[in-house]
T-cell receptor
Framework: DTEVTQTPKHLVMGMTNKKSLKCEQH?????MYWYKQKAKKPPELMFV???????INESVPSRFSPECPNSSLLNLHLHALQPEDSALYLC?????????????FGPGTRLLVL | RKEVEQDPGPFNVPEGATVAFNCTYS??????FFWYRQDCRKEPKLLMS???SGNEDGRFTAQLNRASQYISLLIRDSKLSDSATYLC???????????FGTGTRLTVIP
């Protein structure tokens, strides 16, 4: 089972709201990732967690706050977002964070910030 | 310079045609290479990894040329279901942070 699940599928929020995106995998993977994808653009890496510890933060603004409560779950907490943050947010996981490991993507959360 | 560059297309080909996509990468220390497929409004899905010796999976053949830092994907006998965006993906050296090309849009026409 190579399934990564994400909730919600769609989210509309105002600039003053606080919301969270959730990602879950039960493949025993120890690396999890958040990507942001704008329309007609490729995914861009935001964060990498390896063994529940943040290992890469690609200079993402602090209004995005990741959290990895356990090896199966990855959250992305959102606060005071801007309209330009509207995008598809993809979660991925891999067996480890070593080079060459295949990343499996979830279906994404489509976020609209008004 | 972008980490990964590929022709965005679009490529419009008839059913049964053979089509090739190319991609170049800038970091000579990159170790892992992939082709992902992304359907409209869906997540990227791994199509195949790319190995130095070249590899084939049914109608799909991937090639890697490390000297030229060039990756290719060949699709033979195109099917309507092959219509999608094909993303060339390269990892950052020594880590598993992936860099995606802009994707090449393929439409297979009946």
């Amino acid at each position: 089972d190579t399934e990564v699940t994400q909730t919600p599928k769609h989210l509309v929020m105002g600039m003053t709201n606080k919301k969270s995106l959730k990602c879950e995998q039960h493949m025993g993977h120890r690396a999890m990732y958040w990507y942001k994808q704008k329309a007609k653009k490729p995914p861009e890496l935001m964060f990498v967690y390896s063994y529940e510890k943040l290992s890469i933060n690609e200079s993402v603004p602090s209004r995005f706050s990741p959290e990895c409560p356990n090896s199966s779950l990855l959250n992305l907490h959102l606060h005071a977002l801007q309209p330009e943050d509207s995008a598809l947010y993809l979660c991925a996981s891999s067996h480890s964070s070593g080079a060459g490991e295949t990343q499996y993507f979830g279906p994404g959360t489509r976020l609209l910030v008004l | 310079r972008k980490e990964v560059e590929q022709d965005p297309g679009p490529f419009n080909v008839p059913e049964g045609a053979t089509v090739a996509f190319n991609c170049t990468y800038s970091n000579s220390a990159s170790q892992s290479f992939f082709w992902y497929r992304q359907d409209c409004r869906k997540e990227p899905k791994l199509l195949m990894s790319v190995y130095s010796s070249g590899n084939e999976d049914g109608r799909f053949t991937a090639q890697l040329n490390r000297a030229s830092q060039y990756i290719s994907l060949l699709i033979r006998d195109s099917k309507l279901s092959d219509s999608a965006t094909y993303l060339c993906v390269v990892n950052g050296a020594g880590a598993n942070n992936l860099f995606f090309g802009t994707g090449t849009r393929l439409t297979v026409i009946p």
